[in-house]
Each structure stands twice: as C-alpha cells, then as structure tokens.
C-alpha cells in the first residue's frame, strides 16, 4: 500500500508545461513527462483508503464522482511507488481500454473524489495513469493479443470514437469477428477531429488503431451508415450491430442574425484544422482560418477552451470566450461537498495560452449573445451581448435574468459556437426505424444496450447525450459484454 | 441481564429490527464517526488519519473538522426515523416493542438467487413463546452484595474521611468478584487520579479470589492474598498495589504452580503487582505502565503491551510479546529455551547489561522477595551478579528508538511534552529518508 505517511511528506506535482509562447506556436502536445523518481513520490501520496471513493463511478448531482470505468487506482499507484511499472500496466489495462487517451483529456473525476482532496490536494491519478502507459508502450508491453479462438460471429461496430474503440476492442477479445465503420477518413471519432493535437497527438489514436488492426479489427472509414437505404446494406451478415455514433447534433443558438457569415460550430472548426494539419497543411477545403480575425467563442466547456487554443495557434487578432454561467469559485462552495466533482474555477491550457499573448483570462462569465449584428456582406461583425444574473426561485431552482442595461456590443469577425451537443444525429436512427429518447438519443431497454431492435445494440454518446471520453469507453466495454452474452446465448 | 445489539447500526429501522428481535440498548460506532468526519480509511492502527480523528499527530489532528453537535443530530435523525417505524408499527415505547419478533418477516422478494436460500425462521422464532413471563430479565443487586459494600468502604473509612492509614483482614471467597473496585472508585472520587500515598489502605485477604480481584484500584490501596485469585487479577490497575501468594501451609511449590488465572493485569495502566507462583493466559496483556513481577506466564504473555515493566522468574508459554509495541519484559531464562518461545516480529532480545536498568530489576525482584516471601526470588538475589546475566530483556524496536530519541531531547533540555513530540518528528523524518 503505498506509503503510509506518503501524503503528509509530499506536495502535489504535476508535470511541467512547455511555455505557452513557444507552444502556440505549434500544435504538439503541451504536457511534458516527468522523472520516475518523481512520480514515485507522487504515487507514495496514495493512501490506499479503507473505502476509497476514485475507482468507484457514481454519479453525485448529476456529475461524475471517482472513475467510470473503475480504474484500481490505489493498486496501480501503490505498483508506481514500488516501481513495479508492468504490473501497474497489467493492472490498468484490466479496466482502461486507451488509457493514453483518459491519461490526456479525462477531467479526473477520481482526482475529484479522492480522499486526500478532502483537506489537501489530491493524489495526481490522471498523470500517473498517463505515466504507465506511455511507459508501457515506450517498453514494448502493449503488444497485439489474438483471441484464443475465434466465435465465428460478426459484429459491426458504427462510429469508432472511444464508445466504438472500447467496444470492438472488447468483442474482438471476446473471440467475434469486428469491423468498425466511421464516416470521416479517420477513425477515432471526436478523438481524432474533435479534440485537438495539443492535447492528444494524433499519432497516439493511429497507434492504437493499428494495435487492434493487428488484432484483427477491420476498419471502414469515408462509410457514413444510415445516410440512405443502400448504405444499411453493409450491416447484412452481421450477427449483431453496436451503434456508437455519438451525439453529433451541436447546440444552436438561435438568435437574431444567426444566419450570418463568419459564425460556425466549433466541432467544424476544429475538425478542419486537424484534417489540415493531418494532411500536411493542403485540405483546405474544410479549414476554417482565425488568422488575423476577432474571435468569439461561445460557451465556456473544454471544446470553448479548445477553439481558443486553436485560435491563438491562427494567430487570431484577439479573442474571448463567453460563458452564460457564473464564475466558479476558487474553492468548493457550499453544498459541492468532497466527493462530488469539484466546480471550482480551473485555468486550462487554453486560457493560459490567451493569457501570455493578450494578457488576460479570456472569458467573460454571466453574459448571452441576443444578436449577432452583420455587415453589408452579410458578414458577422459584432455580438450584442448581455449580462445575466442567476437567482433561484420558489422552488430552489435556478434562474436566469437578465441584467437591465448590462448591454454589450462585441466586435468579432469569426464566432465559434460551442454550447454543448442535443443528441445524436437523426439520420442513423431514422434509416433503421429506431425510436429517440425525450433527449433525442437513442433509445435503450432500461438498464441495458439493447434496442427495441434485435441484434442492434447502442452505446456511448449515442445513448446518454454527450458526456466523457471516460464514460464513453465504460459503454462501449459494457455493451461489447451484453452483446456477447446475446451472440452466445441467442 | 440486559442485551445490546451492535453491528453496522445506521437507521431507526435498523433499531426498530433490533428491538424487535430481543434487543434492549443499541450500540453505534461507524455512523457516529462518520458524522463526526470518519472516511473509513482503516488506518486507525498507523497513526495516519487523514480526517484527525484516530491520530497523534499535530498536523493531521488539525484536520478534524467534526463538532460533538454533529452526533447529536445524527442521533435525533435515528430517534425520528425510529419513532416512525414504531408509528407504522403500532408501539408506544421501545419497551413494548422488544422481544416482539413475529412483527418481523422475511422478504418475499430478495433479490438474487443466493439470497432466496437464506432461511430466517429460526431467528424470528419468538422466544416469549416458551416462557410466559416475556423478554424480561431480573436484575439481581449485585452492588450491594459486593464485599467492598458489606465490608471494605467501611473498614477504610478512616482513609477516606481523615488520610489515616488503615490495616484490617478479611476472610474471602470465590462468589466474591471485582474485590476492591467500589472502594477505589471512592477513592478516586474523593482524592482524584493522584490517589492517595502509598500502603494508606492495606487489606489482607485469605481464601480464593473471585474475578477481576483489585480491578481498577487506585494509587493507595494495597491489596494482598493469601491463596489464589481467578481471571482477571489486577485488571485496569490504575496506581494500587496486588500481592497474591499462596497459603503458608501450602504443600506445593509455588514456583511450579498456577495461582492466578488468565489475563491478570489485563489493561493495568499503573502501579505494581507481585504473584508467587505461575499466572494463566495472556498475562499482562495491553499492560501500559503497571510494573509486576511473577514467577511464570501461559500462552501470549504481555501481548500488545504498550508500557510498564514486567519481570518473568520462570517460564513463558510460546507467542509471548505479540504486538509488543511499548514496556519492557525481562524474563529469567537459565535454561536458555526463551528464543523460541518469543514472538519477535516486534521486539528485540538482549542481554540485562546496563547497570543502571540491572539496578531496577534486582529491586523489583527485591521488592518481590520481601512481599511474598519467594524462596526463588531469595536465590536469586543470593548471587544477583551471576543470575542477571541469565535475564533476557525484549524490548520493541521501535520503542526502544523513541526511548532512545525522547532521552536525547530530554538531555537537550526540552520538556517531557516536547521531547516526546520531537521524538516523533524525527522518527517520521527517518522514515522518510528510508523513501
């Protein structure tokens, strides 16, 4: 068990940034590694709980506490600390799929629920999970497994974003023949267009994919599933059929002058500078360019944060980053007790990097766009936006109202649109005749992946609206185990 | 006879279950912890809590953030959780629910296959059904039946009124349990913890003690026996003074014979003990200060002892000094056959070589030897130069590397207060270079 005394010795490290004037202006990763030696220590901090609270995924006010997928973390921390690094990677590949992905982009719920975070910062679970895997793969010990034996069954997996990964992977172990089917050029999904380079280096998910080729999974790509009938064709032979399509449908906003030029969603935007980078800077066909441009970044989640960073890699001329909520507080408030996700106000890299070239923090809390305004062209040119003011009313709940003459008129030249997704897209489920949940994803048997479909199951985004890469792996794992229960029992 | 229940307590209607099925008073531990701030970590053995509570420590100690009014209201949470199982139920008071097991039944629908096989019946059979008179026991008074009542509070009263000295004998017996425990409970509410002087009580008994003979009994009060004395002899000492011997018309030796039962000094806090002859099981056992001498232990002598000083003229059972992590044992071995008998995972072995500690042994053997007249103790002491060199000191290993650190910070000039604090830092500074 890690170090008994570990957590009173040792402070909490994380590992250095590159700078963020120089890593603006490229699009690597922004994390560096850290010694062994130093996250030994870090992995000493580990008080290997009694009841510990970071591997077991509970959802505590409607947000994730401790880790989805049930990472044993106190074991793999205690295995660090020792310096037995393979079997901390046995140990972690035991629950985690692609940790090299949850060791980049996870917001940590475990981190959020650890117990030493009650009165000290918490253990660095993120990082040290990132730390065995790049050693793992650094040493040579992820290595493609055959199944023992194969089922004979086929399982065509549609969308290959973590749901889809962890899923194929999973029903490949399990001995059935996959083949996975995304619609981009690229497999990986939101890992591979919607998440930046800077944060996950494209070579990591390309890795991981041939790992499984090899393992032999086949995959499909420029295939979009259910666009038309003919398309549905390809799902025949298949024994059973996983959808983990996500939840593509992005959050509009509806305002007056919406229809002007220069406003896109952020998911088209990031996924057109990481086609072109990809491609080595020449599919320009898709690129939207912040170069020399004003940019206004609605919404103040990770993909926001994200088309900042992109932005400023644009060498855009100025941005900010809107946020309808209120600005978190440093420190949890009341009623946001230890073990539930922590709201408190994080700079992330993004802000960071806006904050060495511009001086300050880019987001702006408490404001809503009520208009966009546009020029002769048709062009947006500025945002009118208010301030709001969150009270709550009779019932307990909150509620938005806006401040009376807290009106703003924004100069902008590009707005980003990054509010969150409502959905799955509608094309998939139509075509096969699926029925939508009242939040417009698909529709599952309660308690399972099932759909009222036999032999087609749903899982990740798709099935419960956007969430974590996190949450998306444990679904695709689960799935992948009811659907083989189903292929062995049918 | 009263019966409590405990186990994992946490709602009224975990209480109200309780009841039903027989039980009188309840006890709860977790829950209160953790509204108090308790995380359950199960490290309360290793002086790590990170919320304060089971802690020495300073810095972690500062952590607790529990407040008393916090088990207050998980209490009255559970009482009007309990009171409405008991509405729902039909009960006035927790009395006329007790016992009343056949408002219990077993859930039709239990889940998962292996818990359908479970079969309570048993359990829920109502025991008032066999006997008309109910769930409810007679108390029989035992306080005032006690010989501290009848005789011993009497006898000392001019102790306890004017801090005279006191001498009287009494003829003792078996059914006599917990001799002297009432008298010392007076004591201490008349004189505080600092009791009174030495010997101001001496009572001389003759026959066979019941248990817990001179449990608890403070500084003052000197019990002697001539005869035997059950489990439990000297539990608790807090400060008093037990002498047991055997009968001077005794045939056997009494070197080679038990006279008092298991776990004598069980818990014994201070003062001092001296038996001539052999005593049970456990002796000693979590003995934090009390310093006693005997002629030879059972099985698991001075288990998880933390403190005081023990000397063994004869032999141990096997497993002695489990989980020793305090006190010092010395233990006479001529016959060299002590190793094995010895639990080392805690302690060290070594010899009775520093002069100044040979000097305390050989008093209390001395001191042995004037109470209860051992013969072995006498040749002992003949040629103390020879035999103490046949003394096997265990001592923890830790223990010893505080003993040695406080002595240090003593000599620094530095109180007992802080030296102790500051022993403690260096330790937790060793162990992190160790890292």
């Given at each position: 068990m890690g170090k008994p005394t570990g957590f009173i010795e040792y402070k909490r490290e994380l590992p250095a940034e590159r700078e963020p004037e120089i890593r603006i202006?490229?699009?690597?990763?922004f994390q560096l590694t850290m010694p062994e030696s130093a996250l030994k220590i870090q992995g000493a901090r580990c008080m290997d709980c009694g009841v510990p609270f970071c591997h077991s995924g509970i959802m505590l006010n409607g947000m994730a506490s401790g880790c989805p997928i049930n990472n044993l973390i106190p074991e793999w921390n205690d295995l660090v600390y020792r310096g037995l690094w393979k079997q901390a990677y046995d140990r972690l590949a035991l629950t985690n799929s692609f940790p090299e992905f949850t060791g980049r982009v996870c917001p940590a719920p475990c981190e959020g629920a650890c117990t030493l975070g009650i009165s000290e910062p918490s253990v660095t679970i993120k990082n040290i999970e990132c730390a065995i895997i790049d050693k793992a793969f650094e040493h040579g010990w992820v290595v493609p497994t055959l199944p023992?034996?194969?089922?004979g069954k086929r399982v065509a997996v549609v969308g290959s974003g973590p749901a889809g990964l962890a899923c194929a992977d999973e029903l490949n172990k399990m001995g059935h023949y996959v083949t996975v089917f995304d619609k981009?050029?690229?497999?990986?999904g939101l890992l591979m267009y919607g998440i930046p380079s800077m944060k996950l280096d494209k070579r990591l998910i390309l890795r991981r994919v041939e790992l499984m080729t090899a393992e032999g999974i086949e995959f499909v790509t420029n295939t979009q599933i259910g666009k038309d009938e003919a398309s549905l064709e390809l799902l025949s032979g298949f024994d059973a059929t996983v959808l983990c399509c996500g939840a593509g449908k992005p959050r509009d906003l509806s305002v007056k002058?919406?229809?002007?030029?220069?406003?896109?969603?952020a998911l088209d935007f990031l996924r057109g500078n990481t086609k072109r980078l990809l491609d080595g800077l020449k599919n320009d066909n898709e690129f939207i360019s912040a170069k020399n441009k004003r940019v206004a970044v609605i919404g103040g989640g990770d993909t926001g944060t994200d088309c900042v960073a992109v932005s400023l890699r644009h060498q855009c001329k100025s941005v900010i980053q809107l946020e309808i909520m209120p600005k978190p507080p440093d420190k949890r408030a009341d009623g946001n007790w230890w073990p539930q996700w922590p709201k408190t106000i994080k700079i992330d890299y993004g802000q960071a990097e806006a904050f060495s070239v511009f001086g300050h923090d880019p987001r702006e809390y408490c404001k809503t766009v009520k208009e966009f305004i546009s020029d002769e062209k048709g062009a947006v040119k500025a945002l009118r936006v208010v301030t709001v003011r969150w009270d709550r009313d009779e019932s307990g709940r909150m509620k938005m109202i806006e401040v009376s003459g807290s009106e703003k008129v924004f100069d902008v030249d590009l707005v980003l649109l990054a509010m969150g997704f409502t959905g799955s897209e509608k094309e998939l489920p139509n075509t096969l005749g699926l029925e939508l949940d009242e939040r417009t994803n698909i529709k599952t048997k309660k308690g399972g992946?099932?759909?009222?479909?036999?032999?087609i199951f749903a899982a990740g985004d798709a099935r419960t609206g956007q969430s974590l890469v996190v949450w998306a792996i444990n679904e695709g794992r689960k799935a992948a185990l009811e659907c083989n229960r189903e292929l062995r029992y049918r | 006879m009263v019966i409590e229940a405990d186990g994992k307590l946490m709602t009224g209607r975990d209480v109200a279950i309780a009841a039903l099925l027989g039980a009188q008073e309840f006890g709860f531990a977790t829950a209160p912890l953790v509204a108090l701030g308790c995380v359950m970590m199960r490290v309360c053995n290793l002086d790590t809590c990170p919320v304060g509570i089971a802690t020495q420590h300073p810095g972690l100690r500062g952590k607790f953030t529990g407040k008393p009014e916090y088990v207050v209201n998980f209490m009255r949470f559970i009482a009007t959780n309990l009171r409405e199982w008991m509405a729902a139920l039909g009960f006035r008071t927790v009395e006329e629910m007790t016992g009343k097991a056949k408002r219990l039944k077993m859930a039709a629908d239990r889940g998962n296959q292996k818990a359908s096989k479970i079969d309570l019946s048993n359990l829920l059979y109502n025991a008032a059904d066999m006997d008309a008179n109910g769930s409810h026991c007679i108390t029989r008074d035992f306080l005032n039946d006690s010989l501290d009542v009848k005789k011993l509070i009497e006898a000392a009263k001019p102790a306890l009124s004017n801090e005279a000295k006191v001498k009287a004998s009494f003829a003792i017996r078996n059914t006599y349990r917990a001799v002297g425990t009432i008298l010392g409970s007076e004591l201490t509410r008349l004189f505080g913890s600092k009791g009174l002087p030495e010997d101001s009580i001496i009572f001389q008994f003759t026959g066979s003690a019941g248990q817990s003979f001179g449990a608890f009994i403070p500084k003052g009060i000197t019990l002697k026996i001539e005869g035997d004395t059950n489990d439990y002899p000297g539990k608790g000492l807090s400060g008093g003074k037990i002498i047991i011997y055997p009968p001077k018309s005794a045939a056997f030796e009494p070197d080679k014979n038990v006279i008092a039962g298991n776990a004598a000094f069980y818990g014994a806090t201070a003062g001092e003990g001296y038996i001539r002859g052999i005593a049970g099981e456990r002796f000693c056992v979590r003995n934090s200060g009390a310093n006693v001498v005997v002629e030879g232990v059972g099985d698991h002598g001075c288990e998880y002892m933390t403190g005081g000083n023990v000397v063994v003229l004869g032999e141990t059972g096997r497993n002695f000094a489990a989980g020793m992590s305090g006190g010092t044992a010395y233990v006479f071995d001529p016959e060299e056959d002590f190793l094995g008998k010895c639990n080392k995972g805690m302690v060290e072995l070594e010899f009775l070589d520093d002069r100044e500690e040979s000097e305390t042994v050989m008093k209390m053997v001395r001191k042995h030897f004037e109470y209860t007249g051992s013969l072995l103790a006498g040749r002992i002491l003949l040629d103390w130069n020879e035999n103490k060199t046949k003394f096997v000191k265990v001592i923890p290993r830790h223990y010893k590397e505080m003993q040695k650190a406080i002595g240090d910070a003593l000599k620094e000039g530095m109180s007992e207060e802080q030296a102790e604090y500051s022993a403690f830092e260096t330790h937790i500074a060793g162990k992190a270079k160790e890292a």
């Open positions: 202006g490229d699009s690597n990763e023992a034996y194969r089922s981009e050029d690229r497999p990986g002058g919406r229809d002007s030029k220069n406003i896109h969603f992946y099932k759909t009222a479909i036999e032999g | -």
